[in-house]
């Protein structure tokens, strides 16, 4: 039921009769809706809405990075998935790092960290045939006129650009792009794209093989990128291919919990949830120390067993099946101390991989949307370049930032991340749905590494525990367990709105509390839509922490 003491936000749900459009920039959401009113299907919107992030979020998605689809068909109750990855270039070993003199890390900027192929591209190709409705063409209208003429720079591009001037200073066409005058583009100001417009038009009249992966854009991205020493080459672009794959579930309180599986973090998502099922959640109340101290104790306990285990399932066999177990959540339920936090550094994994290597906490941020059209075709998807402004790198003659996703592949080959060519990394990306009795409930998900297990952790509780609408879900204080930006140590950043005695008290507790502003960027940008089977409304929210909007019609 409701919550009529729910907390009160900045604005309302949206409701809407046919059909709903979720994402961090109101231009992206405006193009959804336009392709759902034309009689295009939830995926035509959400292509449609993805093309123009890539215009209008250049710091987070792009035509050079990875994306992650969840599907819904209407009367099927089936969950389908997508995973449009990339995997490592064939000339992307150890040895090649070794090389160049980086024999511990990849680096993380620059084009020696563009070593894995873009998957978004082929992975819209593989959705619209399937499910598409309108015109492969039509979908990138808005893209390419906005990326021709200009765009608005919103606050989040104002302020990611601002953070980044040293890397994209280093890049002629990076510092071109988006460093006009010498200075970072304001709010409101206009950011030009003409070479990105050419590669959508390509990609527009010639579909995703030829208009990307077979002909002239990959012929550019590889010969700007090899200049810098990247090991991408044509072949990997021709060679690649989106594929469908089984996503993984869990029962929670009479709803299924549909994430990603390996190479993503789903399972973590799915952990946390099982484990929480254990408690009385709505007991502790919104809010609260309880509340609080139990959401990032169960963080810790499954990041422990993600980094022991997460990258491509294809070259480790992950024990998936024990870890998103009821019975192993109940064992692990157990570590947990309601009144005194354990140390993230030392909480050990339930399941061991075997070699001893360091671990690495993952960075990186992203956009997540959703749709869901008039007939009931239900989409949730993500899509990533992985660090803000990916690589850095704009390779000239394309207007495309390529991803550094796989820079986060270790060097050590005792390591169950290990590069290997042609090898998926460990991905963070994971969109959500949650289904009712077969049926879909709610498309959701959100930017923001490590936090995006976290802020499902957080919706599914307000929603399926406290009552609240999907604009309170997504509004209420969060927090973050792990490590923020620039950050060495592991903190529970906790939203200012978060009541003072709840933060002193979870201090007593052991908690690394870390306060940040009343709405923080580094939480990240939620978006969600619920399906109210019994007023017959979709009800859409987008977060107030990014440049979004929830339309519909």
């Not at 709803?255 to 399972?267: H, L, S």
Request: contains cysteine; aromatic residues 8%; hydrophobic residues 35%.
């Amino acid at each position: 039921m409701p919550n009529p003491n729910g907390p009160r936000t900045g604005r309302p749900p949206t409701y809407a009769p046919n059909g709903v459009v979720s994402s961090p920039h109101h231009l992206a959401s405006s193009a959804g809706l336009r392709a759902l009113r034309e009689g295009g299907s939830a995926v035509d919107a959400a292509i449609a809405t993805n093309a123009v992030l890539c215009v209008a979020y250049p710091h987070m998605a792009g035509l050079g990075g990875d994306g992650f689809w969840l599907i819904h068909e209407p009367g099927s109750g089936d969950v389908t998935a997508l995973n449009a990855s990339g995997p490592a270039a064939r000339a992307a070993t150890r040895d090649f790092y070794g090389e160049k003199g980086h024999e511990e890390e990849i680096p993380g900027r620059g084009p020696l960290a563009a070593l894995t192929v873009p998957g978004a591209v082929d992975g819209w190709r593989e959705a619209h045939e399937r499910h598409g409705r309108l015109p492969w063409e039509s979908l990138f209208t808005e893209a390419i006129e906005y990326a021709r003429d200009g765009v608005p720079v919103g606050r989040s591009l104002t302020e990611w650009t601002a953070q980044d001037v040293p890397v994209l200073s280093e890049y002629p066409a990076s510092a071109s792009t988006f460093l006009p005058n010498g200075r970072p583009l304001r709010d409101g100001e206009r950011l030009v794209q003409p070479d990105l417009a050419e590669s959508f038009s390509r990609l527009a009249r010639k579909g995703a093989r030829e208009g990307f992966y077979e002909g002239e854009t990959a012929e550019l991205l590889c010969r700007a990128l090899s200049e810098g020493g990247s090991p991408l080459a044509p072949e990997d672009f021709r060679e690649f291919r989106a594929e469908w794959v089984e996503p993984i579930s869990t029962d929670y309180r009479g709803y299924t919990a549909y994430e990603f599986p390996p190479n993503t973090q789903g399972f973590a998502a799915l952990q946390i949830l099982n484990v929480l099922e254990g408690y009385d959640v709505a007991a502790w109340g919104d809010g609260t120390a309880d509340y609080y101290h139990h959401m990032a104790e169960a963080v810790k306990l499954a990041f422990a067993d993600r980094d022991e285990w997460l990258t491509d399932p294809s070259h480790v066999d992950i024990p998936l099946e024990r870890l998103i177990s009821k019975e192993y959540a109940s064992e692990r339920r157990g570590l947990i101390d309601p009144e005194r936090a354990m140390v993230m550094e030392k909480v050990e994994p339930g399941i061991r991989f075997g070699g001893e290597s360091e671990r690495r906490s993952p960075e990186g941020d992203t956009c997540y949307f959703c749709a869901v059209d008039r007939d009931g075709l239900v989409v949730s998807v993500i899509q990533s370049i992985y660090h803000d402004f990916g690589t850095g790198v704009v390779a000239e003659g394309t207007g495309i930032i390529p991803q550094n996703r796989g820079s986060f592949f270790a060097l050590d080959p005792a390591h169950p991340n290990c590069l290997e060519p042609g090898k998926r990394t460990f991905h963070t990306l994971i969109p959500a749905m949650l289904l009712k009795d077969g049926s879909p409930y709610l498309t959701y998900g959100t930017m923001g590494g490590e936090g995006q297990p976290q802020t499902h952790a957080a919706l599914v509780t307000r929603l399926v525990d406290f009552g609240y609408d999907v604009q309170q879900a997504i509004e209420a204080p969060r927090w973050l367990m792990g490590r923020t930006w620039g950050v060495t140590s592991q903190d529970l950043s906790l939203e200012g709105r978060i009541a003072d005695g709840v933060m002193r008290e979870l201090e007593l507790r052991g908690q690394p509390v870390k306060p940040l502003e009343d709405y923080n960027d580094n939480v990240g940008h939620a978006q969600a839509i619920r399906i109210n089977r019994d007023s017959g409304f979709l009800e859409g929210g987008a977060d107030p922490r990014g440049d979004g909007a929830a339309l519909g019609y």
